[in-house]
């Protein structure tokens, strides 16, 4: 009798969110006859509505349109050994016509064989494969030329994510120019002055920090070490200990009752973190990068850790990494690094991105006061430099919070490859309130660089696919350099006229 009754219950109850229903199409019509006789009566039943043809063009209407309801019915009768074995056959003649399909379209290009005991077995960087495609001889280039062919994306080179980050741009990079080297002697004179001239690194510092100084131009910037050289080695000595003193004192308590929701998130987090890059992925990086955030979280307790501040310490971890190492840090393996090192870049990364944060700290308090505050003004921002967008989002019922929180809340970190990420970062660490105020003009500017996209997109749907899913793979120096040159201007126009995008 409760077996019946449970029965009659996902009957009547068959409609009801968490059901499976049926999909049919015209390669793969209902494989069980009495799955068909429903489908015609539910054809039948709505043959006499009109049919909708056009796609779902607001919010709301995209979610009428859209069910993840399932629609389980009879699965207790269901003949399931017949409805795998026909599957399997679709499943089979589905994947021959792929790959009959790809062995047509595809050549495989004869790359040359390079032998295992040639790799060096001391070296401390390995080289990544991106790197190497990067260095081919020209006759490899020719011979790889039918693939890119059928490539949708630009013809560009493979860009390392992280490894020359400074002098890298998205049409490769040549040797440094005469400009560069004169630029990095001027940033090595104001480093090694008695009391360097902050106003003067900062204006430097705004087009690009060349690699080889940009460890200590991020620690002067961030105001982790003072101007005066003589104090620099005993600050650095000091707050390191400190930091480490912390640890000795609060690490512990990660298991301890009112900390353990805290430390599973950052435990949970901590993976996520720029997962195609295998260098985060080392375990020894990621307990590394627990340990910060536990104990930034512990000092903090207003706002205590969030998802997405662990984003913020990669740029820090990256670039002071790249003090020790040569070349390409993508691919490098930590532990060929003493522990006095390790400690060493650990500690700064967390001094570097507090300060950052101290001065973003209400966009991760309860409510996130700050990041509304921040997407409201990109909103009224966009409206008045591009009604045309903005009118746009409003006619397809697209909120800017449902694209810009993100933006916000990871300083754009996930919308740019992170060699992207610590050029923009050498430009904020030279703008006066740069990750807080400075940033509303960068989004505005990055989102206005997309308008032909956007403008594109006529539905709700498609748009923000396109807003959390823009192609800035193959972005470099010059791409920011633009973006930056552009946000200097809305910031000229706007930022010392408010009524100029008030309504």
Same mark, same amino acid.
């Given at each position: 009798?409760?077996?019946?009754?449970?029965?009659?219950?996902?009957?009547?109850?068959?409609?009801?969110?968490?059901?499976?229903?049926?999909?049919?199409?015209?390669?793969?019509?209902?494989?069980?006859?009495?799955?068909?006789?429903?489908?015609?009566?539910?054809?039948?039943?709505?043959?006499?509505?009109?049919?909708?043809?056009?796609?779902?063009?607001?919010?709301?209407?995209?979610?009428?349109?859209?069910?993840?309801?399932?629609?389980?019915?009879?699965?207790?009768?269901?003949?399931?050994?017949?409805?795998?074995?026909?599957?399997?056959?679709?499943?089979? &003649?589905?994947?021959?016509?792929? @790959?009959?399909?790809?062995?047509? #379209?595809?050549?495989? /290009?004869?790359? %040359?064989? =390079? +032998?295992?005991?040639?790799?060096?077995?001391?070296?401390?960087?390995?080289?990544?494969?991106?790197?190497?495609?990067?260095?081919?001889?020209?006759?490899? &280039?020719?011979?790889?030329?039918? @693939?890119?062919?059928?490539?949708? #994306?630009?013809?560009? /080179?493979?860009? %390392?994510? =992280? +490894?020359?980050?400074?002098?890298?741009?998205?049409?490769?990079?040549?040797?440094?120019?005469?400009?560069?080297?004169?630029?990095?002697?001027?940033?090595?004179?104001?480093?090694?002055?008695?009391?360097?001239?902050?106003?003067? #690194?900062?204006?430097?510092?705004?087009?690009?920090?060349?690699?080889?100084?940009?460890?200590?131009?991020?620690?002067?910037?961030?105001?982790?070490?003072?101007?005066?050289?003589?104090?620099?080695?005993?600050?650095?000595?000091?707050?390191?200990?400190?930091?480490?003193?912390?640890?000795?004192?609060?690490?512990?308590?990660?298991?301890?009752?009112?900390?353990?929701?805290?430390?599973?998130?950052?435990?949970?987090?901590?993976?996520?973190?720029?997962?195609?890059?295998?260098?985060?992925?080392?375990?020894?990086?990621?307990?590394?990068?627990?340990?910060?955030?536990?104990?930034?979280?512990?000092?903090?307790?207003?706002?205590?850790?969030?998802?997405?501040?662990?984003?913020?310490?990669?740029?820090?971890?990256?670039?002071?990494?790249?003090?020790?190492?040569?070349?390409?840090?993508?691919?490098?393996?930590?532990?060929?690094?003493?522990?006095?090192?390790?400690?060493?870049?650990?500690?700064?990364?967390?001094?570097?991105?507090?300060?950052?944060?101290?001065?973003?700290?209400?966009?991760?308090?309860?409510?996130?006061?700050?990041?509304?505050?921040?997407?409201?003004?990109?909103?009224?921002?966009?409206?008045?430099?591009?009604?045309?967008?903005?009118?746009?989002?409003?006619?397809?019922?697209?909120?800017?919070?449902?694209?810009?929180?993100?933006?916000?809340?990871?300083?754009?970190?996930?919308?740019?490859?992170?060699?992207?990420?610590?050029?923009?970062?050498?430009?904020?660490?030279?703008?006066?309130?740069?990750?807080?105020?400075?940033?509303?003009?960068?989004?505005?500017?990055?989102?206005?660089?997309?308008?032909?996209?956007?403008?594109?997109?006529?539905?709700?749907?498609?748009?923000?696919?396109?807003?959390?899913?823009?192609?800035?793979?193959?972005?470099?120096?010059?791409?920011?350099?633009?973006?930056?040159?552009?946000?200097?201007?809305?910031?000229?126009?706007?930022?010392?006229?408010?009524?100029?995008?008030?309504?």
């Amino acid at each position: 009798m409760a077996a019946e009754s449970s029965k009659q219950f996902w009957k009547r109850s068959a409609k009801l969110p968490g059901s499976i229903q049926p999909v049919y199409g015209a390669q793969h019509p209902p494989l069980d006859p009495r799955l068909t006789k429903n489908f015609i009566k539910e054809r039948s039943k709505i043959s006499t509505l009109p049919m909708k043809n056009k796609k779902a063009s607001s919010f709301h209407e995209f979610a009428r349109n859209t069910s993840d309801a399932w629609d389980i019915g009879d699965d207790e009768d269901e003949d399931f050994p017949s409805f795998q074995t026909l599957n399997s056959k679709v499943a089979k &003649a589905t994947a021959a016509q792929v @790959l009959e399909n790809h062995s047509r #379209l595809r050549v495989k /290009p004869e790359w %040359p064989q =390079v +032998a295992l005991n040639e790799a060096p077995t001391n070296c401390k960087v390995i080289k990544s494969n991106s790197e190497a495609q990067l260095s081919r001889a020209p006759e490899d &280039a020719c011979v790889c030329n039918p @693939l890119h062919k059928q490539q949708s #994306l630009p013809l560009r /080179p493979i860009i %390392p994510l =992280v +490894a020359r980050i400074s002098d890298q741009n998205a049409s490769g990079a040549p040797p440094m120019t005469v400009r560069e080297k004169t630029r990095l002697e001027k940033f090595r004179q104001l480093l090694s002055s008695h009391n360097t001239d902050l106003d003067e #690194l900062r204006k430097c510092s705004w087009p690009g920090v060349p690699r080889e100084v940009r460890p200590v131009t991020w620690r002067l910037l961030s105001g982790y070490l003072p101007a005066s050289m003589e104090r620099r080695k005993l600050t650095l000595q000091r707050k390191r200990e400190e930091y480490f003193g912390f640890i000795e004192q609060y690490y512990d308590s990660r298991n301890e009752e009112h900390h353990q929701d805290t430390y599973r998130q950052i435990h949970i987090d901590i993976p996520r973190t720029n997962p195609l890059i295998p260098l985060f992925q080392q375990p020894l990086v990621q307990e590394i990068f627990e340990r910060i955030l536990f104990i930034w979280a512990i000092r903090h307790p207003a706002s205590g850790y969030v998802q997405g501040i662990n984003d913020l310490v990669t740029p820090f971890f990256v670039v002071f990494l790249s003090e020790y190492v040569e070349e390409d840090v993508e691919n490098f393996d930590v532990t060929n690094l003493s522990q006095d090192v390790m400690r060493s870049i650990e500690a700064d990364s967390f001094w570097c991105m507090s300060k950052l944060l101290d001065g973003i700290q209400d966009n991760y308090t309860f409510a996130q006061p700050g990041i509304q505050k921040k997407v409201k003004a990109l909103e009224e921002l966009v409206s008045r430099i591009d009604e045309q967008v903005h009118n746009h989002f409003r006619k397809y019922e697209v909120e800017y919070l449902q694209f810009a929180f993100r933006w916000m809340n990871n300083l754009l970190m996930r919308e740019l490859p992170l060699r992207c990420t610590i050029r923009l970062w050498d430009t904020y660490q030279s703008e006066p309130e740069g990750f807080s105020h400075f940033h509303l003009y960068v989004c505005a500017a990055f989102l206005i660089k997309w308008r032909k996209e956007i403008l594109d997109e006529e539905d709700f749907q498609g748009l923000l696919m396109l807003l959390q899913n823009l192609p800035t793979i193959h972005w470099g120096n010059e791409e920011i350099g633009l973006l930056l040159a552009e946000a200097y201007r809305l910031k000229y126009m706007f930022a010392d006229a408010p009524n100029h995008y008030r309504r």
